[in-house]
């Protein structure tokens, strides 16, 4: 177990797969720009992302999320499920999706060793989310994916939803009583300043405050105790039913204090916050003849002077005039 000198605990690890994606999110990457993706060799493979994990497990992680891009549209990924989740140490094993793809996966993704399964989900109107995926989309074909996952056992099945003003907070409380009968899991975000290119600014965030007041006039909620130390959502359970909705409010309300989150880009670059200017090589440690200690010393060394705390201080940076250059959610993996 190692700690950062904020004394956080490194226990998550995310990683990104592709840069590449079926969507054009404006949130994530806006439509309408250029985007110069990783080519096949500069990606990193399923046996030097396995090799990656293997040797850090001794230093505390203990859950793994396999992101993107669009994490489907690699190849062949229930191969790197399959091994993932064969580690001894890893004791959570997930991912996140957009869902356009998880209705054909869904099966295969679970006998690989896939225990659950994140949905992003702006909308439940056909014609707002083709719009915010910057493409012609059903929202029947993300659902389709959805119910295709709760039936073969991906549970539970979270959706994120990622909510800014005038464009789907009008849509909080239909979405909330949609998946509520299902049993699924719903996250509301506010709309982070991730990257460089959402056109992000402090007047567009529907703040957690706000998304919970609206509805409790709907609905009974309790608080529910937060499972471990760096669980990032504020959650909450109907009282009628148990079934759980949680809040992620990076912007109003920070939780940096906590973060154990350890981020590796396709191309393998170490990143310590979502919110990173630059990353830590290792993929060259991984195509050398490094050993695997000194995959740990590098890995102990990037974590133990970790001091990042951006989103605490985001509105002093803001009020300062200083903006910061971002890599890419895309890039970052989310």
Same mark, same amino acid.
């Not at 004791?91 to 099966?107: C, I, P, V, Y």
């Given at each position: 177990?190692?700690?950062?000198?904020?004394?956080?605990?490194? %226990? @998550?690890?995310?990683? #990104?797969?592709?840069?590449?994606? &079926?969507?054009?999110?404006?949130?994530?990457?806006?439509?309408?720009? #250029?985007?110069?993706?990783?080519?096949?060799?500069?990606? +990193?493979?399923?046996?030097?992302?396995?090799?990656?994990? %293997?040797?850090?497990?001794?230093?505390?992680? %203990?859950?793994?999320?396999?992101?993107?891009?669009?994490?489907?549209?690699? /190849?062949?990924?229930? &191969?790197?499920?399959?091994?993932?989740?064969?580690?001894?140490?890893?004791?959570?094993?997930?991912?996140?999706?957009?869902?356009?793809?998880?209705?054909?996966?869904?099966? =295969?993704?679970?006998?690989?060793?896939?225990?659950?399964?994140?949905?992003?989900?702006?909308?439940?109107?056909?014609?707002?989310?083709?719009?915010?995926?910057?493409?012609?989309?059903?929202?029947?074909?993300?659902?389709?994916?959805?119910?295709?996952?709760?039936?073969?056992?991906?549970?539970?099945?979270?959706?994120?939803?990622? =909510?800014?003003?005038?464009?789907?907070?009008?849509?909080?409380?239909?979405?909330?009583?949609?998946?509520?009968?299902?049993?699924?899991?719903?996250?509301?975000?506010?709309?982070?300043?991730?990257?460089?290119?959402?056109?992000?600014?402090?007047?567009?965030?529907?703040?957690?405050?706000?998304?919970?007041?609206?509805?409790?006039?709907?609905?009974?909620?309790?608080?529910?105790?937060?499972?471990?130390?760096?669980?990032?959502?504020?959650?909450? %359970?109907? /009282?009628?039913?148990?079934?759980?909705?949680?809040?992620?409010?990076?912007?109003?309300?920070?939780?940096?204090? @906590?973060? &154990?989150?350890?981020?590796?880009?396709?191309?393998? /670059?170490? +990143?310590?916050? +979502?919110?990173?200017?630059?990353?830590?090589?290792?993929? &060259?440690?991984?195509?050398?003849?490094?050993? @695997?200690?000194?995959?740990? #010393?590098?890995?102990?060394? =990037?974590?133990?002077?970790?001091?990042?705390?951006?989103?605490?201080?985001?509105?002093?940076?803001?009020?300062?005039?200083?903006? +910061?250059?971002?890599?890419?959610?895309?890039? =970052?993996?989310?």
């Amino acid at each position: 177990m190692i700690k950062d000198l904020l004394g956080r605990e490194l %226990r @998550d690890l995310r990683i #990104s797969i592709t840069d590449r994606c &079926n969507f054009r999110c404006a949130y994530c990457m806006p439509d309408g720009e #250029s985007y110069e993706f990783f080519s096949r060799q500069e990606i +990193l493979s399923f046996e030097e992302i396995t090799r990656f994990v %293997r040797a850090i497990i001794p230093l505390g992680i %203990r859950k793994v999320r396999l992101t993107g891009g669009e994490p489907l549209l690699r /190849k062949h990924i229930e &191969n790197l499920i399959q091994v993932l989740s064969g580690l001894e140490g890893i004791q959570d094993l997930s991912l996140t999706t957009n869902g356009f793809l998880l209705k054909e996966k869904a099966k =295969v993704l679970k006998e690989a060793g896939l225990k659950r399964i994140t949905v992003s989900l702006p909308s439940l109107k056909d014609e707002k989310l083709s719009y915010l995926v910057g493409k012609k989309v059903k929202v029947s074909q993300i659902l389709e994916g959805i119910e295709k996952a709760l039936e073969v056992g991906l549970r539970p099945v979270k959706v994120n939803v990622c =909510v800014a003003k005038g464009l789907n907070d009008d849509e909080v409380v239909d979405i909330a009583k949609f998946f509520k009968p299902m049993g699924v899991v719903v996250r509301f975000i506010e709309f982070m300043d991730v990257g460089n290119l959402n056109s992000w600014s402090i007047d567009r965030v529907f703040s957690v405050r706000e998304m919970l007041s609206l509805l409790e006039k709907h609905f009974e909620l309790e608080p529910v105790e937060r499972a471990y130390r760096g669980e990032v959502a504020e959650r909450y %359970r109907y /009282k009628d039913d148990g079934v759980e909705v949680g809040f992620i409010s990076s912007i109003t309300q920070p939780f940096c204090g @906590d973060c &154990n989150r350890l981020r590796l880009t396709a191309d393998g /670059k170490l +990143l310590t916050c +979502l919110f990173a200017s630059d990353g830590h090589d290792v993929k &060259n440690l991984l195509r050398s003849d490094a050993s @695997d200690e000194e995959i740990r #010393s590098l890995v102990k060394n =990037v974590w133990s002077l970790r001091k990042d705390r951006y989103s605490e201080q985001r509105l002093e940076l803001l009020k300062k005039g200083i903006a +910061l250059k971002k890599i890419e959610m895309f890039k =970052v993996g989310g």
